[in-house]
């Protein structure tokens, strides 16, 4: 169900100030029955922006001829190129206050028009974003530097194919600006799949992933993209990268892992060969309801340090499988999910559900299913999932607050962070808004030794200073997870918003290292100004 | 029965020049026997090489009275921390002509020791080599530059304390000079381990295996040291770099992906946080046999493309089967381990030997057994794996020329990378010594991807020319591995020996990277100077 088939023929309009597609969004009639559920919250929702309602001016750069075709100065692709799609940049825009508008969209077609625009900025003091999908949700993709600088938004979409599969090592070399249904689509008649799907999935590339080191399917075991490339092929300024294509290596520092997670700063991504999966043939799942999250913590726990590796584990806190309609009783559910190419799993299913019940879990029968999930509580939470981000932008035109964010901690720091996060967020939204916030609580990935938890934060805001709201709300947020010594990302990325509390949180001397590849590799210092470095 | 309980008040005297414990080399009859297997060894075996033979000259450097206590001069000492312990280091060593002999010894007791003596080695131009348990088999703690540079050999042997154990998220602070046992040791009593079972376990250190990206225990999953670092510790000429303690973060590249692999080029490890498991109390083993390697390594494929997730897949050619008397009928043997904390695997044992039956393999009936390996293929490839680096010791002193290499590559390049490397390597042992080779092949770890085939080259050399012919083999060695785009090592490190093939393999734009950050951390380039970079 996550995957989205996409047909070329019949494309979908894509909003430019809010997620995914426009015709998604809720309609005024909707909105107001959100707003509702949140007191404070306005009478009537703001309007839908308009990119005519914007000053988008002239380019102050022109590019040479010889790139003229690569480039647009189209006022409504700009627009579009403007922001990511974090709850601050719905806000911003909701309120005709969205960022810097980049000066020109490119949309190269291949590695040497990579390296081309890269020339020609760095000779120009143009700052390149490359831009991914835009589903940045951590400023990640606007350009918030000196104004007198002109900015190039990199779109790489162009570059969307799969080049090479090889199914006897079940890889294929993919294009970094592949969509995700547009890369499952090419592998989907091989019988593999690449199995990452983010909650940005329709709407974040490859290459995007990669660059933030995306948190992908599995709950457990490989649950970051990192773990699935064979190698990539990078187009920094100083020339472009090609790891060797190796099932493993211990080479020296690992040159991948350099570039996973550099989130632009170093070089543009430009396509991976990446480990792919056989398409399962065998799922099951279920779900385990518990009275009190510390002991849905604990059996958690278990799941997570046997061998049962379960694809999804994901444990949702009262308040938030209130919310996706997994449970209404005041219960934390745990939802289990197992899948196999080569296996039924029902009996892993069976040992974690027992493992869930002997800490207190209250199971429904565990259901096994081939293509849908049979159980109540999994099925309403996974529609929820998807349905997230449109709700958000309904929300925010009510002008609720809402911020999101993510974390991972071990084990023996995780009760006490989630309780400081409740408490101190929650406290921060009433102090900056006077309203009471709903503050919940999932965790999205587990490990033997630790766990990510995902927050979501509603408060009704100060009609017009939204923005500001949600910064008292994010620096709290932040602070709390620093004095946690829990990191102030799993899977989001850094990009302009975590940026001061990444700063505190990465070694000094990996700043330094950082800043020194920094200039080796981007000299000019064009790329994605702003973002972990410089 | 990898791990040896060390007890500290009968300590076993270590070889200087050879493998392991002094003790345990074989004899001169031993010698005699082995070297009557390979034609135009020897007759008789070259004397053991004594400390007292060598010029070990007076120390060129004095450390100031403050760190002086931290230092020593002994020839012994010094002779010892020369080279490591690759064959072309005992070769030497036999013929008295061994690496350049360091001027001192440090043994710091604490990060404030090793911080005071790289400020000092800083500003007097001494090269300091981070020696961890001196088993580098790749030239990787010796000396090879300016001979009048003064030299310092760090051995952090005296910091091997487990620091501190969190059971709830099954990790531990343990100070990076702990020898695998001395780290086991401290460990059993709380349950856990860490289950990083190299070659050189005995021998290694902790810092050791994250310096160099170690393959451990697992054939399959997490083969590298790597998966299982929380967090590490790293003294740099520049400060010391201490990242967070995490089971998983997405917040810009990891820190510790950079220090580890830097072979101690860019900081000296002092201690880390590391993930354990559980001991486990189910254990069962199969061998299983076929006729031709090609069929075998399709059954392999089978088994890593599976969910089974072996702890041991370890695939010998009939060479290597034969030697580590595996099977003598000419089959080659897949040996095969499962094991669990939590369950019983005999049902997973089955299911991989009946994917090898359906590749053509003949099996045992697979055995169970919580405390030993009952299979007898088993039992005798394990015995020969502990035992093997003394062997080759015996060998060389019987002027033998004995090269091991491994690697990775993908499924598709294996077939061809295999016969290459016999064919080639094979045929360069025997152009430069006259005699015919053996060039035996394993594959140690497997992933859905692809493979680590692990190669023994065996050939009577030219006497007192060990070292030049041995230089002959690995050059094409190197260039054949290069040729197939396999990795000049998959868990042996990069060192001094592969540094050529390094150099071809690592993208240049990452060399570009990983200097500049040599530069930024080791401003004086003072830290294991020829490794990896400059």
């Known amino acids: 169900m996550h995957e989205t088939t996409t047909d070329p023929r019949t494309p979908r309009l894509r909003s430019w100030w809010g997620w995914g597609y426009a ?3 809720p309609d005024d009639t909707e909105c107001v029955a959100m707003g509702a559920l949140l007191p404070g919250t306005l ?18 750069v022109t590019p040479p001829p010889a790139l003229a075709h690569l480039v647009t100065a189209d006022p409504g692709a700009r627009a579009a190129h403007a922001m990511g799609k974090a709850y601050r940049d719905v806000a911003r825009a909701l309120r005709g206050r969205p ?3 980049p000066d020109l969209v490119a949309r190269p077609a291949g590695d040497q028009d990579v390296a ?7 000779g120009h003091d143009v700052a390149v974003i490359p831009f991914g999908g835009g589903s940045s949700v951590v400023g990640g993709v606007e350009y918030r530097g000196d104004d007198r600088r002109a900015v190039l938004s990199l779109d790489l979409t162009a570059m969307d194919r799969v080049l090479e599969i090889d199914t006897g090592s079940r890889s294929a070399r993919i294009q970094a600006g592949a969509l995700g249904p547009v890369l499952e689509d090419q592998l989907r008649p091989h019988g593999l799949t690449l199995r990452h799907f983010p909650q940005s999935f329709e709407f974040s590339t490859l290459g995007g992933w990669l660059a933030t080191r995306a948190g992908g399917h599995y709950a457990t075991g490989h649950t970051h993209i ?17 790891s060797w294509r190796l099932p493993a290596s ?13 989130e632009g700063t170093l070089g543009v991504i430009t396509e991976a060969w990446m480990r792919l999966r056989e398409r399962p043939r065998h799922k099951a799942s279920a779900s385990v309801a518990f009275t009190g999250f510390r002991r849905a913590l ?3 726990r278990a799941v997570a340090q046997s061998d049962l590796a379960p694809a999804n584990c994901r444990l949702l806190d009262p308040g938030e499988a209130a919310l996706s309609g997994a449970s209404h009783d005041g219960s934390a559910v745990l939802v289990l999910g197992f899948e196999s190419a080569t296996a039924p799993v029902d009996s892993r299913l069976a040992s ?3 493992l869930a019940r002997a800490h207190g879990g209250r199971a429904e029968a565990p259901s096994a299913d081939r293509d849908a999930p049979a159980d109540a509580a999994v099925t309403a939470w996974r529609s929820a999932f998807l349905r997230m981000p449109y709700l958000r932008d309904g929300l925010a035109r009510m002008g609720a607050v809402v911020e999101t964010f993510e974390t991972a901690a071990t084990w023996d720091a995780l009760p006490a962070l989630v309780d400081a996060v409740r408490t101190e967020v929650g406290a921060a939204a009433r102090k900056a808004t006077g309203h009471d916030a709903l503050v919940n609580c999932r965790l999205t990935h587990v490990y033997p030794d630790g766990a990510a938890p995902y927050f979501t934060v509603l408060v009704a805001g100060r009609p017009g200073d939204e923005v500001a709201v949600w910064d008292d709300i994010k620096a709290v947020a932040s602070d709390v997870l620093h004095r946690h010594r829990a990191t102030i990302t799993h899977h989001h990325a850094v990009g302009r918003d975590h940026r001061p509390a990444y700063d505190l949180q990465r070694p000094e001397p990996f700043a330094l290292a950082l800043r020194a590849v920094k200039n080796a590799l981007d000299p000019h210092g064009i790329l994605n100004p702003g973002v972990l470095i410089g």
Do not use: K
């Not at 081309?116 to 760095?122: P, Q, S, V």
């Not at 990192?226 to 090609?242: E, H, I, N, W």
């Open 116 to 122: 081309d625009l890269l020339d020609w900025a760095g």
């Open 352 to 354: 974690a559900v027992e």
């Open 23 to 25: 015709d998604a969004h």
């Open 298 to 300: 604990d059996a958690v």
């Open 250 to 262: 211990g080479a020296g520092p690992s040159p991948d892992r350099l570039f996973l997670g550099s």
């Open 99 to 101: 960022g810097r508008i």
């Open 226 to 242: 990192d773990d699935f490339v064979q190698s990539l092929r990078v187009v920094t300024p100083a020339g472009t990268s090609a």
């Open 43 to 60: 009478a009537r929702p703001l309007p839908v922006p308009r990119v005519a309602g914007l000053s988008v001016g002239r380019p102050a």
